[in-house]
C-alpha cells in the first residue's frame, strides 16, 4: 500500500488547518490566563484542564516514553493541535512524571508506570496512546494498547520483525481500534509535492530515484541490536524506503545491498555503521540509497525523463528545501508531528482509514529484512 497524492486529507484540509490552528492555539491561551487567574488547588486546576480539552471535543492522548522524540517534538506539538491534546504519560521514572505533570498541567489520575500501564483501560481521558520507546519494545506496547481499548499511534520502525508488525496488526483488529505509525513526512507539503510529481508523472515517468540519510554519530539503545532491531537501516532507512515508494507510488520487487566500512568496530560491534542498497521498481525504475550512523546526509531525488526533482534537507523536522529541473519549491513550514496527530485524531473521529496505517508500517519492515538479507547473502532478494 502507499500513499496517494489525491486522497492525502493534507492537501485540502490547508487552509482550514491553518485556520483551527490558530483558533487551537487563542483557546489554549485562553486557558492559560484562566489558571493564572483561577484559584483552588493545582490537581484540581488540572483536572479542570484536561475537562476544557474534551469539552472541545479533543481526543486524549498518552505518551509512552518520554525520551528525546516525545519531550523535544511530541509534547511540544500537541500544543498545537486543533482535535487531540496531551492527556497522559506512561514513564518508568517518578522524577520525568513530576516534571512532566507540572509543565503539561497532567493530573495524577493519567500518569502511569510500565506496571500499572494496563489499567489505562479504566481511563476515560486516554483515547490514543502514542508508542515512543525503543524499537523492539513497540510490539509490546501496542498490543497491550491495543487490548485496553485504545487506538494507537506507534514510532517508527513500526517493529523489528515483520511478524510482530502482523501481531500488532490483528490485536488492533481484534479490539476494534486504529493503528497508524509515527510517518510524520506524509503530512509536510515539501513531501506531498514529492508524491504528485512522481505519481502524476509530471516530469515525465521516473527513471532513478537517490535516497541518502545519516547523522554523524549515535548512542544509547540505537547500539544495541536487542532494543534497535538493527542500526541505521532499520532507524533512518525507513525513510528513504518510504520516500522512495511514495514517489514513485510503486512497490519495490527485489533488493541488492553492501555494508559500508566500519571506522568504529567497538561502537557498531552488533549492527552496520553504514549500508548502501538498491530497491528495483517495476517499469525499470530503481532506488539508489544509504544510510549511515557516521556521515550526515540527507537527499530524496528523482530524476525523470523530461527533468528531475529533489528535496535537500529533506527527513528533517523543519527547514526542508526543495527543488526541481524548473525552479525552487517554495512551501511555508508546517508543524509535521501536529499535523500527524490531528490527522489521526480526525481518522479515528471520523471513522475514516489513516493514510498511514500498520499495514504500512509492516511492508516497511518486510523491506528491510529483505535488504539486511541482500547485505548477508551478497544476493539479489525479492521482496
Ligand atoms: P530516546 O532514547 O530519547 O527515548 C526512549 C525512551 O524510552 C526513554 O524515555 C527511555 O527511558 C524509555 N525506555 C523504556 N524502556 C527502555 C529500555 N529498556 N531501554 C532504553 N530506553 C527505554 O529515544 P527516542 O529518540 O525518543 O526514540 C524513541 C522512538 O521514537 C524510537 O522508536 C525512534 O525510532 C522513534 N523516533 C521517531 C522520530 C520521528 O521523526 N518519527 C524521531 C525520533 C525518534
Given at each position: 500500500m502507499y500513499p496517494n497524492c489525491n486522497t492525502n486529507p493534507c492537501n485540502r484540509r490547508k487552509f482550514i488547518y491553518n485556520l483551527s490552528c490558530n483558533a487551537g492555539l487563542a483557546a489554549?491561551?485562553?486557558n492559560g490566563i484562566a489558571s493564572i487567574w483561577g484559584c483552588g488547588n493545582s490537581e484540581h486546576k488540572r483536572e479542570e484542564k484536561a475537562?476544557?480539552?474534551?469539552?472541545?471535543?479533543?481526543?486524549?492522548?498518552?505518551?509512552?516514553?518520554?525520551?528525546?522524540?516525545?519531550?523535544?517534538?511530541?509534547?511540544?506539538?500537541?500544543?498545537?493541535?486543533?482535535?487531540?491534546?496531551?492527556?497522559?504519560?506512561?514513564?518508568?521514572?517518578?522524577?520525568?512524571?513530576?516534571?512532566?505533570?507540572?509543565?503539561?498541567?497532567?493530573?495524577?489520575?493519567n500518569i502511569y508506570n510500565y506496571q500499572n500501564f494496563d489499567t489505562i483501560k479504566d481511563n476515560a481521558d486516554i483515547d490514543i496512546v502514542y508508542v515512543v520507546l525503543p524499537n523492539s519494545m513497540h510490539a509490546e506496547y501496542t498490543i497491550r494498547a491495543a487490548k485496553a481499548g485504545k487506538h494507537v499511534i506507534c514510532e517508527k520502525p513500526m517493529a523489528i520483525t515483520p511478524e510482530d508488525c502482523e501481531r500488532m496488526i490483528a490485536a488492533c483488529k481484534e479490539a476494534g481500534k486504529m493503528l497508524s505509525i509515527g510517518y510524520r513526512l506524509h503530512f509536510d507539503p515539501y513531501h506531498i509535492e514529492m508524491m504528485r510529481l512522481g505519481q502524476k508523472k509530471v516530469y515525465g515517468p521516473i527513471k532513478k530515484i537517490k535516497a541518502d540519510n545519516g547523522m554523524d554519530g549515535t548512542s544509547g539503545w540505537r547500539l544495541d541490536k536487542k532494543l534497535a532491531g538493527g542500526g541505521p537501516l532499520m532507524d533512518l532507512g525507513v525513510y528513504n524506503i518510504q520516500g522512495a515508494r511514495y514517489t514513485t507510488g510503486l512497490e519495490p520487487i527485489a533488493v541488492t545491498a553492501r555494508e559500508g566500512p566500519k571506522t568504529n568496530n567497538a561502537l557498531f560491534k552488533d549492527i552496520e555503521e553504514t549500508i548502501f542498497w538498491e530497491m528495483e521498481f517495476p517499469q525499470g525504475i530503481t532506488a539508489e540509497c544509504m544510510c549511515s550512523y557516521s556521515k550526515g546526509t540527507n537527499l530524496l531525488r528523482a530524476e525523470a525523463e523530461k527533468g528531475w526533482f529533489e528535496l535537500s534537507p529533506t527527513y528533517a523536522y523543519r527547514g526542508l528545501k526543495g527543488k526541481t529541473s524548473k525552479g525552487e519549491m517554495n512551501f511555508k513550514g508546517v508543524n509535521q508531528q501536529a499535523r500527524?496527530?490531528?490527522d489521526f485524531a480526525m481518522a479515528v473521529k471520523d471513522k475514516r482509514p489513516t493514510p498511514v496505517p500498520g499495514e504500512m508500517g509492516l511492508q516497511d519492515v518486510k523491506i528491510i529484512h529483505a535488504i539486511y538479507k541482500a547485505m548477508e547473502t551478497g544476493e539479489r532478494v525479492d521482496v
Open positions: 489554549l491561551a485562553i475537562g476544557n480539552e474534551k469539552g472541545q471535543n479533543k481526543l486524549g492522548i498518552a505518551l509512552v516514553g518520554l525520551g528525546g522524540y516525545s519531550s523535544g517534538e511530541l509534547a511540544p506539538s500537541l500544543k498545537e493541535t486543533e482535535h487531540c491534546y496531551l492527556a497522559g504519560i506512561v514513564t518508568g521514572s517518578p522524577e520525568k512524571a513530576e516534571k512532566w505533570k507540572k509543565q503539561y498541567d497532567i493530573p495524577d489520575k500527524q496527530m490531528d
